[in-house]
Protein backbone atom coordinates (compact mmCIF):
# COMPACT_ATOMS: atom_id res chain seq x y z
CA UNK A 1 0.00 0.00 0.00
CA UNK A 2 1.24 3.86 -0.40
CA UNK A 3 1.53 5.84 1.73
CA UNK A 4 2.40 9.72 1.76
CA UNK A 5 4.61 11.53 4.53
CA UNK A 6 4.26 15.39 5.19
CA UNK A 7 7.19 16.23 7.12
CA UNK A 8 6.21 19.55 8.32
CA UNK A 9 2.99 20.62 9.86
CA UNK A 10 3.65 24.07 9.38
CA UNK A 11 5.99 26.25 7.74
CA UNK A 12 6.42 29.96 8.43
CA UNK A 13 7.52 32.41 5.98
CA UNK A 14 7.78 36.20 5.29
CA UNK A 15 6.17 38.03 2.68
CA UNK A 16 7.77 37.85 -0.34
CA UNK A 17 10.47 34.83 0.28
CA UNK A 18 10.93 31.32 -1.13
CA UNK A 19 9.38 28.34 0.57
CA UNK A 20 9.36 24.56 -0.23
CA UNK A 21 6.87 22.48 1.72
CA UNK A 22 8.18 18.60 1.89
CA UNK A 23 6.19 15.84 0.57
CA UNK A 24 7.74 12.36 0.18
CA UNK A 25 5.64 9.19 -0.51
CA UNK A 26 6.25 5.35 -0.33
CA UNK A 27 5.16 2.68 -2.88
CA UNK A 28 5.92 -0.46 -4.62
CA UNK A 29 4.36 0.86 -7.83
CA UNK A 30 4.74 3.63 -10.16
CA UNK A 31 2.98 6.30 -8.70
CA UNK A 32 0.81 9.90 -9.82
CA UNK A 33 1.46 12.84 -7.39
CA UNK A 34 -0.62 16.30 -6.67
CA UNK A 35 -1.02 19.06 -4.31
CA UNK A 36 -3.60 20.71 -3.06
CA UNK A 37 -5.07 23.30 -1.55
CA UNK A 38 -8.09 23.45 0.78
CA UNK A 39 -10.01 27.06 1.50
CA UNK A 40 -11.31 27.37 5.12
CA UNK A 41 -14.89 25.64 4.66
CA UNK A 42 -14.26 24.88 0.73
CA UNK A 43 -12.94 21.84 -0.79
CA UNK A 44 -9.97 21.15 -2.35
CA UNK A 45 -8.66 23.00 -5.26
CA UNK A 46 -5.52 21.00 -7.20
CA UNK A 47 -2.34 23.11 -7.58
CA UNK A 48 -0.41 20.79 -9.54
CA UNK A 49 -0.15 17.15 -10.94
CA UNK A 50 2.79 15.18 -12.23
CA UNK A 51 1.36 11.93 -13.95
CA UNK A 52 4.77 11.41 -16.46
CA UNK A 53 7.24 13.46 -18.73
CA UNK A 54 9.50 16.27 -17.36
CA UNK A 55 9.77 15.95 -13.21
CA UNK A 56 9.36 20.10 -12.99
CA UNK A 57 5.51 20.74 -12.71
CA UNK A 58 4.26 24.30 -12.99
CA UNK A 59 0.41 25.16 -11.45
CA UNK A 60 -0.98 27.68 -10.66
CA UNK A 61 -0.75 30.57 -8.38
CA UNK A 62 2.86 30.62 -9.01
CA UNK A 63 3.59 27.33 -7.62
CA UNK A 64 5.86 24.45 -8.77
CA UNK A 65 7.03 21.04 -8.32
CA UNK A 66 9.76 18.54 -8.87
CA UNK A 67 9.00 14.79 -8.89
CA UNK A 68 12.42 12.99 -7.51
CA UNK A 69 11.89 9.08 -8.45
CA UNK A 70 15.21 8.08 -6.03
CA UNK A 71 14.12 9.97 -3.63
CA UNK A 72 10.44 9.48 -3.95
CA UNK A 73 9.86 13.28 -3.09
CA UNK A 74 7.35 15.52 -4.52
CA UNK A 75 8.17 18.88 -2.99
CA UNK A 76 6.17 22.42 -3.38
CA UNK A 77 7.95 25.76 -4.32
CA UNK A 78 7.43 28.88 -5.04
CA UNK A 79 9.83 32.05 -5.27
CA UNK A 80 8.12 34.38 -3.59
CA UNK A 81 4.83 34.03 -1.40
CA UNK A 82 1.58 36.16 -0.55
CA UNK A 83 -0.20 36.86 2.37
CA UNK A 84 -2.91 35.36 0.39
CA UNK A 85 -0.95 32.35 0.19
CA UNK A 86 -1.93 31.28 3.79
CA UNK A 87 -3.36 28.05 3.28
CA UNK A 88 -3.59 24.32 4.13
CA UNK A 89 -1.84 22.35 1.43
CA UNK A 90 -2.07 18.50 1.05
CA UNK A 91 0.16 16.29 -0.93
CA UNK A 92 -1.73 13.46 -2.35
CA UNK A 93 -0.65 9.96 -4.46
CA UNK A 94 -2.57 7.90 -6.48
CA UNK A 95 -1.54 4.21 -7.87
CA UNK A 96 -2.72 1.37 -10.48
CA UNK A 97 -4.93 1.19 -12.79
CA UNK A 98 -8.88 1.19 -12.40
CA UNK A 99 -8.59 2.80 -8.92
CA UNK A 100 -7.28 6.14 -8.83
CA UNK A 101 -8.26 7.26 -5.13
CA UNK A 102 -6.49 9.26 -3.57
CA UNK A 103 -4.14 8.97 -0.46
CA UNK A 104 -3.59 11.96 1.48
CA UNK A 105 -0.78 13.25 3.60
CA UNK A 106 -1.60 15.03 6.99
CA UNK A 107 -1.07 18.60 5.77
CA UNK A 108 1.24 21.44 5.95
CA UNK A 109 -0.02 25.10 7.12
CA UNK A 110 1.70 27.33 5.42
CA UNK A 111 1.67 30.65 7.42
CA UNK A 112 2.78 33.86 5.51
CA UNK A 113 3.79 36.58 7.93
CA UNK A 114 4.35 40.74 6.92
CA UNK B 1 -19.57 24.57 -15.20
CA UNK B 2 -21.14 23.62 -11.85
CA UNK B 3 -19.24 22.42 -9.87
CA UNK B 4 -19.48 19.16 -7.42
CA UNK B 5 -22.61 20.36 -4.87
CA UNK B 6 -22.96 18.72 -1.17
CA UNK B 7 -25.65 18.90 1.38
CA UNK B 8 -26.17 20.56 4.23
CA UNK B 9 -22.78 21.75 4.54
CA UNK B 10 -23.32 21.80 8.49
CA UNK B 11 -25.10 19.15 10.86
CA UNK B 12 -24.81 18.20 14.26
CA UNK B 13 -26.31 15.37 15.54
CA UNK B 14 -26.45 13.23 18.99
CA UNK B 15 -24.22 9.95 19.27
CA UNK B 16 -26.63 7.10 18.10
CA UNK B 17 -28.32 9.25 15.66
CA UNK B 18 -28.85 8.81 11.97
CA UNK B 19 -27.64 11.36 9.48
CA UNK B 20 -27.13 11.28 5.55
CA UNK B 21 -25.07 13.62 3.13
CA UNK B 22 -25.87 13.95 -0.46
CA UNK B 23 -23.32 14.80 -3.44
CA UNK B 24 -24.55 15.85 -6.74
CA UNK B 25 -21.54 15.35 -8.84
CA UNK B 26 -20.11 17.58 -12.07
CA UNK B 27 -22.73 16.79 -15.12
CA UNK B 28 -21.59 13.38 -16.75
CA UNK B 29 -18.86 12.55 -14.51
CA UNK B 30 -19.08 8.92 -14.04
CA UNK B 31 -16.39 8.13 -10.81
CA UNK B 32 -17.28 9.23 -7.50
CA UNK B 33 -15.80 9.32 -4.25
CA UNK B 34 -16.72 10.07 -0.53
CA UNK B 35 -13.75 10.79 1.77
CA UNK B 36 -13.69 11.36 5.50
CA UNK B 37 -11.41 14.08 6.60
CA UNK B 38 -11.25 14.05 10.79
CA UNK B 39 -9.21 17.55 11.88
CA UNK B 40 -5.77 17.87 11.55
CA UNK B 41 -5.89 14.96 9.07
CA UNK B 42 -5.80 14.38 5.56
CA UNK B 43 -8.98 13.00 3.50
CA UNK B 44 -9.45 9.12 3.85
CA UNK B 45 -11.69 7.50 0.99
CA UNK B 46 -14.38 5.64 2.25
CA UNK B 47 -15.54 4.23 -0.87
CA UNK B 48 -15.49 4.67 -4.58
CA UNK B 49 -18.05 4.31 -7.22
CA UNK B 50 -17.82 4.07 -11.37
CA UNK B 51 -21.15 4.88 -12.73
CA UNK B 52 -23.55 3.02 -9.60
CA UNK B 53 -21.22 0.36 -9.22
CA UNK B 54 -18.78 0.34 -6.35
CA UNK B 55 -14.81 -0.23 -7.27
CA UNK B 56 -13.62 0.27 -3.38
CA UNK B 57 -15.18 0.12 0.19
CA UNK B 58 -12.30 -1.25 1.78
CA UNK B 59 -12.41 1.44 4.13
CA UNK B 60 -15.77 2.13 4.63
CA UNK B 61 -17.16 1.04 7.90
CA UNK B 62 -19.93 -1.26 6.87
CA UNK B 63 -21.47 -1.95 10.36
CA UNK B 64 -22.47 1.96 10.38
CA UNK B 65 -22.04 3.54 7.10
CA UNK B 66 -23.40 2.92 3.98
CA UNK B 67 -23.03 4.59 0.39
CA UNK B 68 -25.45 4.57 -2.58
CA UNK B 69 -25.75 6.12 -6.06
CA UNK B 70 -28.56 5.25 -7.93
CA UNK B 71 -28.45 5.52 -11.64
CA UNK B 72 -24.80 6.67 -11.46
CA UNK B 73 -25.28 10.25 -10.85
CA UNK B 74 -26.04 11.35 -6.96
CA UNK B 75 -24.67 9.79 -4.23
CA UNK B 76 -25.71 9.36 -0.53
CA UNK B 77 -24.14 8.40 2.23
CA UNK B 78 -25.78 7.49 5.46
CA UNK B 79 -24.46 7.04 8.62
CA UNK B 80 -26.25 4.47 11.40
CA UNK B 81 -25.60 4.73 14.11
CA UNK B 82 -23.57 7.49 14.65
CA UNK B 83 -20.35 7.57 17.03
CA UNK B 84 -18.52 10.51 18.66
CA UNK B 85 -15.18 9.56 15.72
CA UNK B 86 -17.29 9.92 13.00
CA UNK B 87 -16.89 13.84 13.72
CA UNK B 88 -15.21 14.81 10.53
CA UNK B 89 -15.47 16.79 7.28
CA UNK B 90 -17.47 14.40 4.71
CA UNK B 91 -15.51 15.48 1.35
CA UNK B 92 -17.47 14.07 -2.37
CA UNK B 93 -15.28 13.99 -5.49
CA UNK B 94 -15.81 13.29 -8.83
CA UNK B 95 -14.31 12.85 -12.31
CA UNK B 96 -14.84 12.13 -15.85
CA UNK B 97 -12.70 9.24 -16.41
CA UNK B 98 -10.10 7.42 -13.91
CA UNK B 99 -7.42 9.04 -14.87
CA UNK B 100 -8.55 12.78 -14.59
CA UNK B 101 -8.41 15.23 -11.88
CA UNK B 102 -10.69 14.76 -9.19
CA UNK B 103 -12.80 17.64 -8.42
CA UNK B 104 -13.85 18.43 -4.41
CA UNK B 105 -17.34 19.88 -3.43
CA UNK B 106 -17.39 21.85 -0.34
CA UNK B 107 -18.23 18.99 2.12
CA UNK B 108 -20.69 18.89 4.88
CA UNK B 109 -19.18 19.31 8.33
CA UNK B 110 -20.83 16.69 10.76
CA UNK B 111 -20.83 17.03 14.35
CA UNK B 112 -21.63 14.55 17.03
CA UNK B 113 -22.10 14.66 20.63
Known amino acids: AQSVTQLDSQVPVFEEAPVELRCNYSSSVSVYLFWYVQYPNQGLQLLLKYLSGSTLVKGINGFEAEFNKSQTSFHLRKPSVHISDTEEYFC????????????FGSGTRLQVQP | EAGVAQSPRYKIIEKRQSVAFWCNPISGHATLYWYQQILGQGPKLLIQ????????DSQLPKDRFSAERLKGVDSTLKIQPAKLEDSAVYLC???????????FGPGTRLTVL
Open chain 2, 49 to 56: FQNNGVVD
Open chain 2, 93 to 103: ASTLGLADTQY
Open chain 1, 92 to 103: AVSVGPGRRALT
